[in-house]
């Protein structure tokens, strides 16, 4: 049935080339379909179910030469990795390297054409080369949707016109302060992270579509040529092989704007036989509110598997580990509540440190903790962020936009994750929901059975405070069992009794474990 099919796009190839090209040039045109057919569609994995993306991203600008043969030249490592997406900061020209107040401009968000791409960083050719042996190792590049701004700058070109920030009709004009003193768009980020009313919540989302992006040119989506210049901006990515993309600052843009936005892209893939991914980066904390948003716009989406979110709420909860007086309790209420609101977690990659808000976990322990946590406790595994694959030594630091002159694939993070992905990878295909079973949930103290089936379960174990952490699980109805220990760290030991009818759990002082026990 395949090769009918070829054969017949074949034909119709053919002859439409026969009113339009020279027979050499179709030749041509058609070598050069196929061999982008083959290297790039047939070659990478599925990633759209729970549990496939392994997603690392790099900030181009500030790794090794800050271009794409830098990004080449970390594919090796990336691979050793088991990353199948590489994230790069927009590969975009930009209006200025450096701002009298923002400062220097280390990130690549400051665009000033939507569909070119930076002939600083290797132009066409070099970002043509990036994507293709990519695709080759496995690996897909995904970019950056800047949808909201351009960068600061007077005037930019709207496809063939000229358009000025001062124009009203295209950008949105600075807003007076909010009562506080403050932008009103700060203010209205506030209000958002409170337990307002469904109602209120969207009237200030709408609000906040109106004004200003942190005083950078924002443009008017209600304007049909601002709408139609980025919708074919992005197309020309979509040509360029590139299947994920990032929608930076999601949160301002309406849930209409961007179903259109994600229709359109999906309908111009899908006529080249692709299917896309859209990860949006709707930062907030307060997970109710963040529910609302997210399934306003799954509402309003044709291809809902296509769409998946940074899962901004579990970084802001999981990151409360590092307080002595947060309980593990707390943690798993957060956890209940997202169930109990039947929020599509399933579509929610964890991502703990940026190039925004998330700042890099200085405390070896704590860090480990909570990469730990996130990944077991999801669908999918967390992003890997510009050096993080690897915990910092003491009397070392870090941020989050320093200068990372290579990916280390033998980062213990980096290490940790890529057990965990095959550890959980069944428990995460499961269509229903997987039994849940917190033992041990007080203080500082972590028990935790997830149950792929009544003979195998994987366990996470964490004592985060100076005490000591000692358990029996009982296995019901086991006659033998076997344990495989995938992390340790810290003074923790997990035996199982003679017989196999219950494990032994004893952890003395800061320490994880995650194990999986079968049941015989």
């Known amino acids: 049935m395949g090769n009918l099919l070829l054969r017949f796009s074949t034909f119709c190839f053919v002859l439409l080339c026969s009113f339009k090209s020279s027979a050499n040039q179709c030749s041509e045109i058609f070598m050069k379909s196929q061999t982008l057919t083959t290297s790039q569609n047939q070659q990478l994995p599925f990633i759209r179910s729970p549990g496939k993306m392994r997603m690392y991203f790099l900030l181009t600008r500030m790794f090794s030469s800050g271009n794409f043969d830098a990004l080449r030249r970390a594919l090796p490592s990336l691979e050793a990795m088991q990353i199948n997406t590489l994230l790069v900061s927009p590969p975009n020209p930009q209006s200025t390297n450096y701002h009298p107040i923002r400062g220097r401009n280390n990130h690549g968000y400051w665009i000033s054409s939507h569909s070119e791409i930076d002939p600083v960083m290797g132009g066409e050719a070099g970002f043509n080369r990036l994507v293709s042996e990519a695709s080759h190792r496995g690996i897909r590049i995904a970019v950056d949707a800047v949808l909201n701004q351009f960068g600061y700058g007077k005037y930019f070109q709207l496809g063939e016109k000229t358009i000025s920030i001062d124009d009203p009709a295209y950008f949105i004009q600075p807003a007076s302060l909010g009562a506080s003193g403050r932008p009103r768009a700060y203010e209205i980020l506030d209000q958002m992270e409170t337990g307002v009313d469904k109602q209120t919540l969207l009237r200030l989302k709408t609000e906040l579509e109106q004004l200003p992006l942190y005083e950078l040119p924002t443009l008017r989506h209600d304007n049909p040529e601002v709408f139609r210049y980025l919708v074919d901006s992005y197309k020309t990515f979509v040509d360029r092989g590139i299947e994920v993309f990032r929608i930076d600052a999601a ?55 296509s ?34 609101d039947r929020q599509p977690e399933k579509r929610y990659i964890p991502v703990i440190e940026d190039h925004d808000f998330g700042h890099p976990i200085h405390n070896r322990f704590m860090s480990k903790l909570i990469h730990v946590a996130s990944d077991f406790f999801s669908y999918n595994s967390p ?59 007080n203080g500082d103290h972590l028990i935790v059975e997830k149950k792929l089936s009544d003979q195998r379960s994987v366990f996470i174990i964490a004592n985060k405070g100076n005490g000591n952490l000692s358990f029996d699980v009982p296995l019901m109805g086991t006659l ?41």
């Open 251 to 305: 949160k301002h843009i309406s849930s209409d704007v961007l179903s259109r936005f994600m229709n359109e892209l999906n309908d111009h893939a899908f006529a080249q036989g692709k299917k896309l991914i859209f990860i949006s980066e709707f930062i907030a904390q307060n997970s109710h509110n963040f529910g609302i948003f997210v399934k306003e716009l799954l509402a309003k989406v044709k291809d809902t598997d």
């Open 383 to 441: 992003v890997l962020y510009h050096g993080s694959e690897q915990t910092i030594q003491t009397g070392q630091t870090r941020t989050n936009r320093q200068a990372l002159n290579q990916v280390n694939p033998s980062g213990d993070l980096g290490e940790i994750h890529s057990k965990l992905a095959q550890v959980l990878a069944p428990y995460r295909q499961m269509k229903s929901r997987l039994e849940t079973k917190s033992h041990v949930a």
């Open 307 to 340: 769409v998946q979110f940074y899962d901004f709420t579990m970084r802001a909860e999981f990151i409360r580990l590092q307080d002595a007086n947060y309980q593990f309790s707390w943690m798993m209420d957060f956890l209940r509540y997202r169930e109990a």
């Open 480 to 520: 033998r069992a076997s344990m495989k220990v995938h992390v340790r760290d810290g003074d923790a030991v997990a035996e199982l009794k003679p017989g196999g009818r219950s494990l032994n759990l004893n952890v003395n002082g800061n320490g994880i474990l995650v194990l999986e026990v079968v049941r015989e």
